[in-house]
């Protein structure tokens, strides 16, 4: 394996009492971008709310069926601009992508996306229940009635089954028991279902038509968000790809269960940052329609890339049996645990297993003088890149700390090894002023999670702790 050479000093500003800074200004244009899109949403929801009550929502509340029917209208409303913004969240807009990364993208999606879900429920049962006069015996008859005689009502019925079917397979209980290939399979009639939401909305929806404003605003909110998700998630692949053009030129087993991928191809397009990840898939025969992510272990250069996975379904599996000159088709790249999110000069690596994969890029990438950066793996039978983080060493003055052992306890982030010392106690000790450092933490979900709650414990500012977990 390639030993990691040395990186000559970044030039820039002068040091400070021996401290180079580190320029915030993507951090800062970031956090910019995030508190725009915040407003945007919930302007969007104040908005459909003041057509509600505009439309004489609040005086529909004085009888029981025109209570539920109006209550009805407002949970149609508010579910439909969440419809739109959970697929708008995961439509891999390059600046949502860069400001909030994929993570928190994934976390907002879910949370959106299962209120948007709850409040369409919602709208259904109250506009059914306010035509049946608020009489419960009568709502099925009704919502028969509904489905078969108003326009869009068939096809709106069909499209919540598919959201129905979408939701169900997203709980965490029901996703242990699928694979990832099937899970992502079954996630794609999401987009069926905010489809064939589309002509009930426009056809008998009153709110939609009620004035010129409300249907030009409909009408561009649907619009963006279909062009969003066919030039982002298609489009943009596709194009990258063919840039890239890249091949498989060897498979390393570095480890039990534990598989490198080198590839290599054009130096053209967008430069991807080490940390982040890319969807892959690998023109092979069978099985090429479903898209793996992986993150690059290595800092991409000269249009070589590679990527490191652990062995644990078909999809990695498969890995073990590529060949070198196989084609491959990218999407991304994506996640901000990158010098994106860097604004301090002290930097705290922080991963569990094969999540010290983008750890191990941004180590070699960075940049950073002796004791300004440490790198903490926890592992369970042997520890990866060995001899790669001894050159960084080296060379570059990295500090490693290696944690073996299972986890010691439900809740910590420790290794069994580690003496009977209190999480946030072990992060002191291993980071010494660890609250001057941008800690980048990468791993299992919940261990990612034990980890950022003992650095915010240990006084890390919440924006200074950047995570990716491995999930889906």
Do not use: N
Request: glycine fraction near 10%; hydrophobic fraction near 45%.
């Amino acid at each position: 394996m390639t030993a990691v050479t040395a990186r000559p000093p970044v030039p820039g500003t002068p040091p400070v009492d021996g401290i180079r800074p580190v320029d915030g200004t993507r951090a800062r244009l970031d956090a910019a971008v995030r508190l725009g899109a915040i407003v945007l949403l919930w302007s969007a929801l104040l908005l459909v709310a003041y057509w509600w009550a505009a439309g004489g929502g609040f005086q529909d509340l004085a009888t029981l069926p025109t209570a539920l029917d109006s209550t009805g209208r407002l949970t149609g409303l508010v579910a439909s601009v969440l419809l739109l913004a959970q697929v708008l969240l995961m439509a891999r807009i390059p600046t949502l992508e860069h400001a909030f990364g994929q993570d928190r993208l994934t976390r907002l999606h879910r949370l959106v996306g299962f209120t948007s879900f709850t409040l369409m429920l919602a709208h259904i049962g109250l506009i059914t229940l306010g035509y049946a006069d608020g009489r419960l015996r009568a709502s099925v008859g009704t919502f028969w009635t509904l489905t078969v005689d108003y326009p869009g009502m068939l096809l709106a019925v069909a499209g919540t089954a598919c959201l129905v079917m979408v939701v169900v397979t997203s709980v965490r209980a029901a996703r242990r028991r699928l694979r990832y290939e099937s899970w992502h399979l079954l996630h794609l009639y999401a987009y069926l279902g905010v489809f064939l939401a589309l002509p009930h909305q426009l056809w008998t929806g009153q709110e939609f038509l009620a004035s010129t404003a409300r249907t030009v605003f409909w009408w561009t909110a649907w619009i963006v968000t279909a062009g969003a998700v066919l030039i982002w998630r298609v489009g943009l692949p596709l194009l990258r790809s063919a840039r890239y053009g890249l091949r498989v030129t060897g498979v390393v087993v570095e480890a039990p269960g534990v598989v490198s991928v080198h590839l290599s191809g054009r130096d053209r397009g967008p430069r991807p940052e080490a940390g982040q990840f890319f969807t892959f898939r690998f023109l092979t025969g069978r099985g090429w329609l479903r898209a793996h992510p992986y993150s690059l272990s290595a800092a991409p250069a000269g249009g070589a890339m590679r990527f490191t996975a652990k062995v644990v379904g078909d999809g990695s599996g498969a890995l073990l049996h590529l060949r070198p000159g196989t084609r491959v088709l990218v999407e991304g790249p994506y996640g901000r645990l990158s010098a994106r999110a860097r604004t301090r000069r002290r930097v705290a690596l922080i991963g569990a297993g094969v999540g010290i994969t983008p750890l191990r890029a941004l180590a070699e990438s960075l940049d950073y003088g002796p004791d300004e950066a440490v790198l903490i793996h926890r592992f369970t039978d042997r520890p990866l890149f060995d001899e790669e983080f001894r050159s960084l060493h080296a060379t570059r003055g990295l500090r490693v700390v290696r944690l073996p052992g299972h986890r010691r306890s439900p809740g910590s982030w420790l290794g069994s090894g580690v003496p009977a010392i209190d999480d946030e106690a072990a992060l002191r000790a291993l980071v010494p002023r660890v609250d001057e450092h941008d800690v980048f933490i990468c791993g299992p979900e919940a261990w990612t999670a034990d980890v950022a709650r003992s650095a915010r414990a240990a006084g890390v500012p919440a924006d200074h702790i950047h995570t990716e977990s491995f999930g889906w």
